[in-house]
């Protein structure tokens, strides 16, 4: 069973401690056995509303492997390997180079309205 983020926690107390409080004060309760059944009936409440709020979602993982880093071999022969294997193509395994910047981009990141 996963671990309750910090949301959940949160989100559980409030609950636990907002309906409390509003079904002491509906209720008009003064008894000991009163204010028990509001407790638990409270707690559950915020049981269920911290169930409720959504896990965050884990990392997908690739259970695929690239044939040619398995291998070791490069060039022609991992375009050869990648498209033979269960008939994928080679640009989903591939992954892309660095990405060339142009001289007007550059320029534009390192000056700024003060430099003449």
Request: no cysteine; net charge positive.
């Amino acid at each position: 069973m996963p671990r309750p983020t910090a949301a959940q926690f949160a989100y559980g107390s409030a609950t636990v401690v907002f309906s409390t409080l509003a079904l002491l004060l509906l209720s008009q309760t003064a008894s000991g056995i009163g204010v028990a059944i509001i407790a638990l009936a409270a707690l559950a409440l915020g049981v269920l509303v911290s169930l409720t709020v959504p896990m965050p979602k884990t990392a997908r993982t690739v259970h695929r492997t690239n044939d040619a880093a398995v291998s070791g071999t490069t060039g022609a022969a991992t375009a050869d390997a990648s498209t033979d294997s269960a008939g994928s193509d080679a640009a989903e395994a591939r992954v892309p180079g660095p990405r060339t910047v142009s001289s007007r981009a550059h320029s534009a990141v390192g000056g700024h309205s003060l430099r003449g």
